[in-house]
């Protein structure tokens, strides 16, 4: 299984940004974003399941940022609107195999990373 993020950029604050994550071999049960700030602890973002319906969001995040996957493209999507100089930080997608959505906020439980894609929110 392997993970590729994109979608990373400069942006200005209250502006949108689509990040992009491709999978290629088997998937795995549910998918998640997380982001790491400068100087700080990775964090959860947001997740879901390849079967669709349900979506888990941070509360900094909430009602911002919408996860979503393309089946047929093996890719999920984090779409964020409003953003806010804090939300600079690089953020990766990841894999897991837990079906119990209590386990999606926490990283350890995750098995597959892929590598981190930048965003800046910077007037």
């Known amino acids: 299984v392997q993970l590729q993020a994109s979608g990373g950029g400069l942006v200005q604050p209250g502006n949108s940004l689509v990040l992009s994550c491709s999978v290629s071999?088997?998937?795995?049960?549910?998918m998640a974003w997380f982001r790491q700030a400068p100087g700080k602890e990775r964090e959860f973002v947001a997740a879901?399941?390849?079967?669709?319906?349900?979506?888990y969001y941070a509360n900094s995040v909430n009602g911002r940022f919408t996860i979503a996957t393309d089946n047929a493209r093996s890719s999920v999507y984090l779409r964020m609107i409003g953003l806010k100089p804090e939300d600079t930080a690089v953020y990766s997608c990841?894999?897991?195999?837990?079906?119990?959505?209590?386990?999606?906020?926490?990283?350890?439980?995750?098995?597959?990373w892929g590598q981190g894609t930048l965003v800046t929110v910077s007037s």
């Open positions: 071999g088997r998937k795995l049960y549910a």
């Open positions: 990841a894999a897991t195999n837990e079906q119990n959505s209590l386990y999606y906020y926490d990283q350890k439980y995750y098995t597959y």
């Open positions: 879901t399941t390849w079967s669709g319906g349900s979506t």
